[in-house]
């Protein structure tokens, strides 16, 4: 890694803002379960295991200061889902939101889909600077006036107020999955949209809530023949006839809803052969697709695995064209990440605005980010210490083996509580935004 | 007054109210409407209302207050006397204070946003009549903008509604700059609200701006995002009819061969409904060269959806492009989509299968059926989806009147007799639902040999709702059949599920023998059915005895009461003395049912005494339905 640049075009990464409470003590509620921006970056949306959902607004860039992009802060604060159970079937229904996705852009309003394991909702975001104002029969308090005293009509008039952000639900889509929803995804044709579950995959019209398409569905007859479930879904950017979901043995199908009105047969498989090199008792788990993002420009998509990303042609299904290592150097210590469940643990990934490079979670708080022209990566940390304004990230290594360099973590210092699950890239600027446990990081790139 | 609400129209001797329509003309602001209904009203407005004497605002006042009460039903219920207040405060005030006010609500919930979109469209004389009309387009512009689309689409209605009442002048200096605001709108939701306006104004502006409506239009068509895509394809063969020949040739062409190859299947299957409108406009002449290829390409579109849509619309499009296009694209279109890789494609394509040959030109209908759809029918009935079977099975009995006796005996009746054994019971249904349309074709004769075996095998299937929908269709086959037919071969069948074991099955058999009755006569009755009906009381199935009892009451009025008082009253008497309270009570429950039917002689001697023996019953319900019927009967 050459110098302290990374990214693209040697970008410095600079510390920006962070969110959320700064003591140890973290309730569960408060732990950010996804963060995503919406389609031109102006507005950043969390949501956490407390079923709240909180987005962040970019104030628009001062004057006095061009060198540095506008602030994210707090727009508008709602609970997006409440904890329910499931009579029938006796099972408590968290409140956790596991994916947020932003609309289009339809009017001035602001639309998102937030999911927690079975019900996804539609929200509404927005802003309120009038109000009516005159009544005939009370004062505007509310008092009653003299009845007598009213001899003509009055029409109420608008006057501007503060502004007010509102988040209203418009609508609700339930009763379509009965296993645990792990993605949601809008088309590009911008009426449908999808949700996956662990063995289905469901078409919906984004204004019609009592019925769903089920287009995918790969449950066996016999449940003791499951072998694999569907751990990611999304819809192609562009093409509104494809999709890809990702499975628990490491595969990718593509589908094209063209073909049939059923997908269960897909048109494409992208799987790597396995190495038997690696082979090992962890191969399977380790291998298991945690996230699948497609590339801007729809001709790639990443999959992220619990050690590497690979990046993947459509056009080519036999291996990735790109893979890289995000944290190689616990290949060694699976044992003891299987035993404290970390290596079930499912890291999402991202790509910049030009699709250049992409970038991922690791444990100890650390992220990473891969250069894709010119294969070079970069490990960074998410940290309170380095939280001064404007301070420039300074780039980590983990040491695998041998002798400690300075500056060099040792693997067996690795907090592995502390760990970057979630990250989001803004749509065009150096912009990040990286979750730690119960902390929103932004960063960006230092402007001269 | 009492009551000042109702005191007020009664004095002015007008009654407004809020079914005013605005075509009566009304434009007095003095006039005062109708309160609103189901409203508690704070009780001091009554008392001071009625003091004063000028009661007739109070009712508006809350009215316009409730427009911002923070309840959406109240909200709701005064835009929907939305006239009533605009009546109240006068045309003048309506434009300067009410529109203005109603313009900023767009916030509002999507109920209360519909109905103001709705109410907008009738309120031209509100405003003053056609010459102030285009005081309604700010409102109903900003309602056009909205995300719920139901509410775009009535905001769009309204403003179609409300163009004819604009002048021509009015048109072009008000309604023409709103449409084009709306087609250059930032946000798709505007754009695809004024592809809908196009047409309505097109024919009543100059030629320069006829010119600018359809740059516009073109400018939607080719749009970034693929809902305004849509709007302006499902628009495009509105827009076409009023344009001139010449324009759509050169326009409508160009911008529909390029929605048929649109990127997104959601576009390019709305460009096949234009087509059935542009194929319609265009001279004979013309369609192959400007229309077809679009067609042919949309009908093996790689997008099942486009295919799917082709077939839904197949009839339509056979129809805009008349016989000799069907003979030639059209037949092998159709056979390829009735072989189509989808299911739904198929489904559709199933559907249209009689419609299809119905419409085939009469010289050569006969032969392309034989030889070119015919094989795919056959095909379809042995189809791996059901409702691909079940949409064939619902029209196949309407070839047999096209291809006549020989050709149904031969090639059609072995497909029904397929269907009519095919193990998803849809399909047998479909197809015994339509067995008439054969029967004219083929006669009885022919119809029992080769359908009624399967028929009576349905009729004793094992699953009871196949049972069932057979019963509903016994009437009609014994009205086709005939008397002597139906005691031959069906009769047997209709007693023997009276005594089925699924209560449903001998509820169906005692309402049909009724219908039976009614189509035979009471003579019949009494000869076939109620000797056996009647035997059934010494069943030893209490079940059996009650189902006795319930055809008698089925039965009655149909048979008469001669044959009610001397065969079946006795019988029924006799069951009083049933050991089971369940066959009594419904004893009481029968005579009450047949009194009316009898003369008043049993009814007094016979009757009463029963139903007398009956109220003094050990069990308790026998005893309330026999004190039932004594009232009822009037035998107290």
Known sequence: MAGAGGGSNDVQWCFSQVKGAIDDDVAEADIISTVEFNHSGELLATGDKGGRVVIFQQEQETKGQPHSRGEYNVYSTFQSHEPEFDYLKSLEIEEKINKIRWLPQKNAAQFLLSTNDKTIKLWKISERDKRPEGYNLKEEDGRYRDPSTVTTLRVPVFRPMDLMVEASPRRVFANAHTYHINSISVNSDYETYLSADDLRINLWHLEITDRSFNIVDIKPANMEELTEVITAAEFHPNQCNTLVYSSSKGTIRLCDMRAAALCDKHSKLFEEPEDPSNRSFFSEIISSISDVKFSHNGRYMMTRDYLSVKIWDLNMENRPVE?????????????????????????ECCWNGNDSVVMTGSYNNFFRMFERGHRRDLTLEASRESSKPRAVLKPRKVCAGGKRKKDEISVDSLDFNKKILHTAWHPQDNIIAVATTNNLYIFQDKMN | TACPIQGHGGREGTHPGQNTSPSQGTSSGTRTPDPPESRTWPLIVFKMAGADGDDSLYPIAVLIDELRNEDVQLRLNSIKKLSTIALALGVERTRTELLPFLTDTIYDEDEVLLALAEQLGNFTMLVGGPEYVHCLLPPLESLATVEETVVRDKAVESLRKISHEHSPVDL????????????????????????????VCYPRVSSTVKAEIRQHFRTLCSDDTPMVRRAAASKLGEFAKVLELEYVKSDIISLFTALASDEQDSVRLLAVEACVSIATLLPQEDLEALVMPTLRQAAEDKSWRVRYMVADKFSELQKAVGPEITKNDLVPAFQNLLKDCEAEVRAAAANKVKEFCENLPEDSRETIIMSHILPCVKELVSDTNQHVKSALASVIMGLSTILGKDNTIEHLLPLFLAQLKDECP??????????????????????????????????EDAKWRVRLAIIEYMPLLAGQLGVEFFDEKLN??????????VYAIREAATCNLMKLVEKFGAEWAQNTIVPKVLGMANDPNYLHRMTTLFCINALSEACGQDITTKQM????????NDQVANVRFNVAKSLQKIGPVLDSNALQTEVKPVLEKLATDQDMDVKYFAQEAISVLALA
């Open chain 2, 492 to 501: 047997s069948l209709c007693m023997a599920w009276l005594v089925d074991h």
């Open chain 1, 323 to 347: 893979t890289y290592q995000v944290h190689e150097y616990l290949r060694s210590k699976l044992c003891s990440l299987y035993e404290n469940d970390c290596i079930f643990d499912k890291f």
């Open chain 2, 569 to 576: 009253l006795p019988v029924v008497l006799k069951m009083s």
């Open chain 2, 172 to 199: 072009e200096v008000h309604f023409e700059p709103l449409v084009k605001r709306l087609a250059s709108g930032d946000w798709f939701t505007s754009r695809t609200s004024a592809c809908g306006l196009f047409s």
């Open chain 2, 426 to 459: 849809e399909v047998r249904l479909n197809i015994i639902s339509n067995l008439d349309c054969v029967n004219e074709v083929i006669g009885i004769r022919q119809l029992s040999q080769s359908l009624l075996p399967a028929i009576v095998e349905l009729a």
